[in-house]
């Protein structure tokens, strides 16, 4: 009798462990996944900049002001958790020569400058939040 209750309870055991060991891997392949791809970007919008305050600084895009040649792409990267945008003009008079939409976290836009001049940009979503590009 003892011996049956013995090979009973191995058979258990295993049974669990056996078990225990499939769910672990399942879990362990289904949560590992490939690191994202990190965007590079000329110009970021960074943590908590959804907020006034940034503007004191001119840290609401960063740089707040950069230099391109002609010819030259321009690439924002958001990198706060809210939405954010990058819409020529000011937020009182929108130029309508580029608009990103709202862009999610670690979204991307780009924008290639083919004339001289300087771009002032803006966030549709929070007024505060202004930059310029200046193409040379």
């Not at 706060?80 to 939409?101: E, I, K, M, Q, R």
Request: aromatic share 14%.
């Amino acid at each position: 009798m003892l011996k049956k209750i013995t090979i009973i309870g191995i058979i258990i055991l295993t049974f669990f462990l056996i078990v225990g060991l499939i769910i672990s891997n399942f879990y362990v392949e289904e949560t590992f996944r490939e690191p994202e791809q990190i965007i590079k970007g000329d110009v970021i919008m960074p943590t908590k900049v959804s907020r006034p305050g940034c503007e004191e600084t001119s840290r609401c895009y960063v740089p707040s002001s950069i230099i391109v040649n002609l010819g030259k792409q321009v690439t924002w990267v958001n990198e706060d958790s809210a939405f954010h945008s990058v819409t020529s003009g000011f937020y009182d008079a929108p130029t309508n020569l580029f608009d990103s939409g709202y862009l999610d976290p670690l979204e991307s836009f780009t924008v290639t400058f083919e004339e001289l001049g300087t771009y002032d940009y803006f966030c549709t979503l929070h007024p505060w939040m202004s930059g310029q590009v200046i193409v040379e």
